[in-house]
């Protein structure tokens, strides 16, 4: 047994490692991402991006020169097309990786901080190490992800990623401060660039609206200093052609500061006050996210044609803003605790909702009816609260076309009481919803727990019936979340409690029951009614049947919930 194999089975208890990274490399299932950490962590992932060696922490802090060799990897270079360095000092080893030079297919280079303290401090070796690696790799990089945090120094990122990175597409930068002085390189290494995440970013950008107005005659003052610094390479140069078309004729990008831009997105405290201001430079804009959710809500009263995507943050939760935001713009599901808004290209037709439930007031939806956007809506997310069945019945009747529903915590009281309606759209394919079954709140109280229970029995068979009307259900997660104090609550996911009921889902990919206790049997039926079910998660099973149909079935594993 190798060493690396030795201490990958200490680490993570696995009983058959892969073989040694060196028989991957001989064959043609390369290597295209590495992942480097102090520690050390490391994933290598073949071009089909299935993990060809696990990821390892060794217990005795083993040198990463002899898991896996560098030498195999200097040696492979030319087949790197991703390459993500996390900082976790105090660390010498990941200094190797900045040396690497043969890498004429990388496309992808991150350089991020991996661990906290004073220890983590990014000295300018480190830094000039990292410019001198995007100086010689930079001609091929399509994405850059670049967390720093000596200030000092990160005036020369924008210089280099100018006149090294010009194929530069996607720019994620953390934790820096872009001085006034900046912005010259700073517009340069950002010319063509579609898509741009600043996090935590300061800008000392006062009169932005005056550098944006004068950004030509910037752009002529830098040339004439590129001129004199390179006169030769700056009329070849993809930099130098830069200037050349800002008279594009196919889109008058002259008059736009960020011509290309198709996805802005500024977490943290990123360009306070002023991000209308930007998305006015944005004529081809699709996505925008931003802290502060005013400034670009009344920026939003000219939209944009491309627009399809904003993300407000969760304080952007009155009633009345969100009634006239969704009059001008349509909702779309973003991500977490925040609401993202979407606009059809031909019609203003709602497409999609995310917002949280304490923010959904009755006069958000009445909105919504009046504007007959309901009738189109198709995703529908209201996560975050508690909801009644009565109310979840309400919306969902006006919502014809929906496919996917993610739900709040759904108190189940009184479901197909006295009709024979459903309460889910028949054309629901996605199902995320938590389940609490109560006793119906307009029936006397019950005083016997026995009488309890069949009550409780009865909403779940009730529940489950409306379940097996969704015959295009693709994927279905119930969570059951149970009251302190009446822990016969939930929904199960066993035969004997009515699973046999959704014998009509024959299209289920991905199921999940959280807390449910699955036997053998229950396992293999499903294996045997859900033949397209690829995914299965969180149940504790008691048995694992040997051949279940590709259905994967594992204790404690979490679904991955989509936002």
Not at 351 to 379: D, M, N, S
């Amino acid at each position: 047994m190798t060493p690396y194999e030795r201490a990958s089975s200490q680490a993570l208890g696995i009983a058959e490692i892969l073989h040694h990274i060196s028989s991957y490399l001989e064959n043609d299932d390369l290597i295209t991402t590495i992942q480097v950490c102090k520690n050390w962590h490391t994933s290598l992932h073949s071009r089909l991006f299935r993990n060809i060696i696990v990821s390892y922490i060794p217990k005795d802090g083993s040198d990463i020169a002899t898991v896996p060799p560098f030498s195999v990897i200097r040696a492979n270079s030319h087949k790197i097309k991703s390459l993500t360095i996390i900082h976790r000092p105090p660390s010498r080893r990941f200094v190797e990786y900045l040396k690497l030079r043969d890498l004429s297919n990388l496309e992808r280079f991150a350089w991020v901080r991996g661990g906290g303290g004073s220890g983590c401090h990014i000295t300018r070796d480190h830094w000039r190490r990292v410019l001198d690696f995007l100086r010689a790799n930079g001609s091929t990089l399509k994405e850059v992800n670049i967390e720093y945090y000596n200030l000092a120094e990160i005036a020369q990122l924008w210089k280099v990623l100018a006149q090294h990175c010009t194929s530069l597409q996607h720019l994620r930068i953390q934790r820096v401060v872009i001085q006034e002085g900046d912005h010259s390189w700073f517009w340069l290494s950002c010319r063509k660039l579609v898509s741009l995440e600043m996090d935590n970013v300061r800008f000392y950008w006062p009169n932005f609206p005056g550098l944006v107005k004068n950004f030509h005659a910037e752009a002529n003052k830098l040339q004439e200093i590129l001129d004199r610094e390179e006169p030769k390479a700056i009329s070849e140069s993809p930099m130098g052609k830069a200037f050349e078309d800002l008279d594009d004729a196919s889109g008058n990008n002259a008059e736009y500061f960020f011509p290309y831009m198709k996805r802005l997105h500024l977490y943290g405290n990123t360009y306070p006050g002023e991000v209308p201001d930007v998305m006015k430079e944005c004529p081809k804009l699709e996505s925008i996210r931003a802290a502060t959710g005013i400034r670009i809500f009344h920026a939003l009263e000219s939209s944009w044609p491309n627009l399809h995507s904003i993300s407000l943050p969760e304080t952007f939760e009155s009633d009345r803003n969100m009634a006239r935001l969704i009059t001008l713009l349509n909702p779309h599901i973003g991500p977490q605790d925040y609401q993202q808004l979407a606009v059809n290209k031909s019609r203003r037709s709602l497409k999609a909702l995310r917002i949280p439930y304490t923010t959904f007031g009755t006069e958000c939806w009445e909105v919504l009816q009046f504007h007959q956007h309901t009738e189109t809506l198709e995703h529908l997310n209201i996560k975050g609260s508690t909801l009644r069945d009565d109310e979840l019945i309400s919306i969902l009747r006006s919502c014809p076309r929906l496919k996917s529903l993610v739900a709040p915590i759904l108190h189940v009281a009184y479901i197909n009481e006295g009709q024979d309606q459903p309460w889910a759209c028949l054309g629901l394919e996605r199902l995320i919803m938590g389940v609490e079954f109560l006793p119906n709140p307009r029936r006397p109280a019950v005083s016997q727990r026995e009488d309890d229970l069949q009550v409780v029995k009865k909403m779940q068979q009730d529940f489950l019936n409306q379940l097996c009307r969704l015959h295009r259900l693709k994927s279905l997660v119930i969570g059951d979340y149970i009251n302190g104090d009446r822990p016969f609550m939930g929904l199960s996911l066993k035969l004997d409690d009515g699973l046999g009921q959704l014998d009509g889902l024959r299209d289920l990919e991905e199921v999940s029951f959280v807390g449910s206790k699955v036997a053998k049997q229950d396992v293999e039926w499903m294996a045997e009614h859900w033949k397209r079910l690829r995914r299965a998660c969180k149940p504790s099973i008691s048995m694992m049947p040997s051949d279940h149909r590709g259905l994967t079935l594992k204790g404690q594993q979490h679904i991955d919930h989509p936002d």
